[in-house]
């Protein structure tokens, strides 16, 4: 019979194999990502590890957790998490949750919308006496600062207020330049909670109370329209002890639809009394969060980079578009078969399109005003055309050197049902090189067709440079309503 047990030898050589015991969190971090092949927790969060060796699973300021409200080892044998419920992989839903890309300098803050960086907007709204002196935002601490100075997992933002010696009462706004939603399937999640954080740097200031209030609003994030869905309970600022702490602020939507487009909103109240002028403290915020949870209570806070989307379609156009630098806001048109981008005035098709013309322009050696005729690109569903650029390949024989007494214009026109002749974009040719092909950049149009019964090009010569070959692309996308 064949000996079935294991040589000493071979024991000591697989003791010494296994590792050492953890003897803090940070171990054991280590060793059971090392084990089960988990992605390396700095890879899972931008801003904060999975398992804060200082603060327990949940981190400092309720970094991802894994589970639950349990210590580490149940008896169930999971790992347990000490902050909030099922966290894991739900991402911020803020396109710039980190106010990296707010504005360093300072932005003065209008009635009406202001952008303070491509993804951030502000605005107030005087409830009552004088507005203030002065009303700027910008960005306080950038994310990279030593955390002694700036706490926050995040860049933070900063608001600048004085009054002169009349009272005053304003609701000051901050909320991103779009939102989520506009008719995209909603997470199968219960809760759509918006955050954020508060720190100040200066003792209170007599005649001058401040109160924030976290929202989730619908169908536009402005102080004039949008709709309060979710509303968190009001936190006074002058109550938050001076470099000691920071406090959390959080509004959970229940049930939350996507039918319209969602806002993460913070609205501070500040009010003015008394006779003489004053400058409030700095309003200092950071890590802003919108984020679909299982809960309703204060969420993770991870300041994740990136946005989860939602694939929006359907026959017609969202009522609320929303447009940024990021070109969010796009819907695709099931009745089209195209997915159309809002760029702040009308939706385009995000597949370019190009329409060459007939090769006419050969060799020509003096003007002619109605040259290569072309019947205007289909619609395909659409309501009319938007060109965007006009490329030309190119050549002009020998002759008196290209300059502007001598030289080549090509107009491209269009020709309305009832006759009238507009020019679309005009080429002129009246530098460089002749007796050689070219091809320039291409020349911005960006111009509506608006239904031409044709276009066709007309050439114009001035003095006497070489005969002309014209073969003109023009680059297009499709406008629907």
């Known amino acids: 019979m064949t000996d079935q047990r294991t040589p000493a030898d071979d024991l000591e050589a697989i003791a010494a194999a296994l590792p050492a015991t953890p003897e803090n969190f940070s171990e054991l971090r280590d060793l059971l990502h090392s084990r089960l092949g988990l992605t390396a927790?700095?890879?899972?969060?931008?801003?904060?590890?999975?398992?804060?060796?200082?603060?327990?699973?949940?981190?400092?300021?309720?970094?991802l957790s894994l589970v639950s409200n349990q210590a580490v080892g149940s008896e169930s044998g999971s790992i347990i998490g000490v902050q909030g419920q099922l966290y894991y992989g739900i991402a911020n839903l803020l396109l710039d949750p980190t106010f990296e890309n707010t504005d360093a300098a300072a932005v003065a803050i209008g009635t009406g919308t202001t952008t303070i960086g491509p993804d951030w907007r502000a605005e107030y709204d005087l409830v009552s006496g004088t507005a203030p002196t002065t009303l700027n935002a910008f960005r306080y601490y950038d994310r990279t600062v030593n955390p002694n100075d700036n706490p926050f997992n995040s860049a933070s933002l900063a608001f600048d207020i004085a009054f002169g010696t009349a009272v005053g009462t304003i609701d000051l706004f901050l909320h991103p330049a779009t939102g989520v939603g506009g008719?995209?399937?909603?997470?199968?999640?219960?809760?759509?909670?918006?955050?954020?954080?508060?720190?100040?740097?200066?003792?209170?200031?007599?005649?001058?109370?401040?109160?924030?209030?976290?929202?989730?609003?619908?169908?536009?994030?402005s102080s004039a329209s949008g709709v309060v869905v979710a509303e968190s309970t009001p936190l006074d600022l002058e109550s938050i002890?001076?470099?000691?702490?920071?406090?959390?602020?959080?509004a959970p939507y229940?049930?939350?639809?996507?039918?319209?487009?969602?806002?993460?909103?913070?609205?501070?109240?500040?009010?003015?009394?008394?006779?003489?002028?004053?400058?409030?403290?700095?309003?200092?915020?950071g890590e802003p969060v919108l984020q679909v949870t299982t809960t309703a209570e204060q969420p993770p806070f991870q300041p994740l980079l990136g946005r989860w989307r939602p694939f929006r379609?359907?026959?017609?156009?969202?009522?609320?578009?929303?447009?940024?630098?990021?070109?969010?806001?796009?819907?695709?048109?099931?009745?089209?078969?195209m997915e159309f981008l809002w760029d702040g005035t009308r939706w385009m098709c995000t597949c370019p399109h190009q329409l060459a013309f007939p090769n006419e322009i050969t060799n020509l050696a003096a003007n002619d005003a109605d040259i290569s005729r072309i019947g205007p690109p289909g619609l395909i569903g659409g309501s009319d055309i938007w060109v965007t650029h006009l490329d030309v390949g190119y050549h002009v024989t020998a002759g008196t050197a290209l300059s502007a007494s001598h030289k080549w214009v090509v107009d491209v026109v269009r020709i309305a049902p009832g006759g009238a002749a507009t020019t679309?974009?005009?080429?002129?040719?009246?530098?460089?090189?002749?007796?050689?092909?070219?091809?320039d950049a291409a020349q911005a149009v960006n111009a509506l067709l608006t239904s031409p019964a044709f276009l066709h090009l007309v050439a114009t010569k001035t003095g006497t440079p070489g005969n002309l070959f014209f073969y003109p692309t023009l680059t297009y996308r499709i406008v629907a309503t």
């Open 41 to 63: 927790p700095e890879l899972q969060s931008a801003r904060a590890p999975l398992l804060d060796p200082a603060a327990g699973a949940g981190g400092p300021s309720g970094a």
């Open 183 to 221: 008719g995209g399937a909603m997470p199968e999640l219960p809760y759509l909670v918006a955050g954020i954080k508060f720190r100040t740097e200066e003792a209170p200031v007599a005649d001058v109370t401040m109160t924030a209030t976290m929202q989730v609003c619908t169908g536009s994030g």
């Open 241 to 250: 002890p001076t470099f000691d702490e920071i406090r959390a602020l959080w």
């Open 254 to 285: 229940a049930s939350p639809s996507m039918a319209n487009n969602n806002f993460w909103r913070l609205k501070i109240r500040i009010v003015k009394t008394g006779a003489l002028a004053r400058t409030c403290p700095l309003i200092i915020l």
């Open 313 to 337: 379609q359907g026959t017609s156009f969202p009522a609320n578009p929303n447009n940024s630098v990021n070109n969010s806001d796009r819907f695709y048109r099931t009745d089209l078969d």
């Open 424 to 439: 679309v974009v005009t080429k002129t040719i009246d530098s460089g090189a002749s007796a050689t092909w070219r091809r």
